[in-house]
């Protein structure tokens, strides 16, 4: 079955960075578009990224944009999302999610169908 495996996340100050990685099984990685998301309690599930399957079209939220980057290695079954200069705010429970044979690139989370157990970013001084 498809499983995602996220890891990655941990304690920061502000303005330092964490790289996520979500490691894909189960699925024909190449054809699947990727996403992340992430939560904090009591909010709704809030988009944060996604790239495509072949690694051309990426999207990200406004919050983000300029700070992360979201990449994938096909041949590892492998997709990243690379934070930088962390914010308090940017402070949630991350997570991987896939849609299969899609190619675009989704931003609501009722587009993908499976998602990982989640990775805790804490941004703290």
């Known amino acids: 079955q498809v499983q995602l495996v996220e890891s990655g996340g941990g304690l920061v100050q502000p303005g330092e960075f964490l790289r996520l990685s979500c490691a894909a099984s189960g699925l024909t990685f190449r054809n699947a578009a990727m996403g992340w998301f992430r939560q904090v309690s009591g909010k709704e599930r809030e988009f944060v990224a996604a790239?495509?399957?072949?690694?051309?079209?990426?999207n990200y939220a406004d919050s983000v944009k300029g700070r992360f980057t979201i990449s994938r290695d096909n041949a590892k079954n492998m997709v990243y999302l690379q934070m930088n200069s962390l914010k308090p705010e940017d402070t949630a429970v991350y997570y991987c999610a896939a849609r299969l044979y899609y190619l675009g690139v989704p931003r609501r989370s009722d587009d993908y169908g499976y998602w990982g157990q989640g990775t805790q970013v804490t941004v703290s001084s």
């Open positions: 790239i495509s399957w072949s690694d051309s079209n990426t």
